[in-house]
């Protein structure tokens, strides 16, 4: 699609106007309303092994968020459990 400009004779905004209304070009070989194809062999290859190397990549990343988040909720736990002794104390 190629953009046609729409030119503001408005001088007074001081901006160029930034309106487009596009068309298609008369080569356009995807349309809108087109069905899809059937996956061919290397993509159904491809999307079966992207498809278990995600899993891993999505248990390796949640275990180390995970330990991530331990970690900082560590400090955090041991002082209110110390401001929780501090109020008992008074």
């Given at each position: 699609m190629?953009?046609?400009?729409?030119?503001?004779?408005?001088?007074?905004?001081?901006?160029?106007?930034?309106?487009?209304?596009?068309?298609?070009?008369?080569?356009?070989?995807?349309?809108?309303?087109?069905?899809?194809?059937?996956?061919?062999?290397?993509?159904k290859?491809?999307?079966?092994?992207?498809?278990?190397?995600?899993?891993?990549?999505?248990?390796?990343e949640?275990?180390?968020?995970?330990?991530?988040?331990l970690?900082?909720?560590w400090p955090?736990?041991?002082?209110a459990?110390?401001?929780a002794?501090m109020?008992r104390g008074?």
């Amino acid at each position: 699609m190629k953009p046609t400009p729409q030119i503001s004779q408005d001088r007074r905004a001081g901006l160029p106007s930034t309106d487009c209304n596009y068309q298609p070009t008369a080569d356009a070989k995807i349309s809108g309303g087109g069905s899809i194809s059937k996956p061919t062999g290397f993509h159904k290859l491809s999307s079966d092994f992207l498809g278990t190397e995600m899993v891993r990549d999505y248990a390796v990343e949640f275990s180390a968020f995970t330990m991530i988040a331990l970690i900082s909720a560590w400090p955090i736990i041991y002082a209110a459990m110390a401001v929780a002794r501090m109020a008992r104390g008074y």
